[in-house]
């Protein structure tokens, strides 16, 4: 059992930043893959960002590479996104979730079925 939560989000500015973190607890937690996804009102849940427990590389939507970036923090056993350059389009509910790394391939970690465990969310709102 893997359990999340999340915290974090709020009201933003367009152009501000914000920081996600989504605390992990239970066991073997090295044998996952954690992500962020995000759901905006109408549309269905989209892949945000994941990496491994380990930490050892990530991999980014293109809607939010070079924006966004995703990191491991050991001491607090947390997996953080820092979210920069923020527009309207980012305005959604943000949640994390584990997958059992069964691949080593990016491609394994982007869709919602592929991951066991989901937090709650967090709402993410920008604007002016």
């Known amino acids: 059992q893997v359990q999340l939560v999340e915290s974090g989000g709020g009201l933003v500015q367009p152009g501000g930043s914000l920081r996600l973190s989504c605390a992990a607890s239970?066991?073997?937690?090295?044998?996952?893959?954690i992500a962020w996804f995000r759901q905006a009102p109408g549309k269905e849940r989209e892949f945000v960002a994941v990496i491994p427990w380990s930490g050892s590389g990530s991999y980014y939507a293109d809607s939010v590479k070079d924006r966004f970036t995703i990191s491991k923090n050991n001491a607090k056993s947390t997996v953080d996104l820092h979210m920069s350059t923020l527009t309207f389009e980012d305005t959604a509910v943000y949640y994390c979730?584990?997958?059992?790394?069964?691949?080593?391939?990016?491609?394994?970690?982007?869709?919602?079925?592929?991951?066991?465990?989901w937090g709650h969310g967090t709402q993410v709102t920008v604007s002016s």
């Open positions: 239970g066991q073997t937690l090295s044998s996952y893959f």
């Open positions: 979730a584990a997958a059992a790394a069964d691949s080593s391939r990016w491609s394994s970690y982007l869709q919602p079925r592929q991951y066991n465990y």
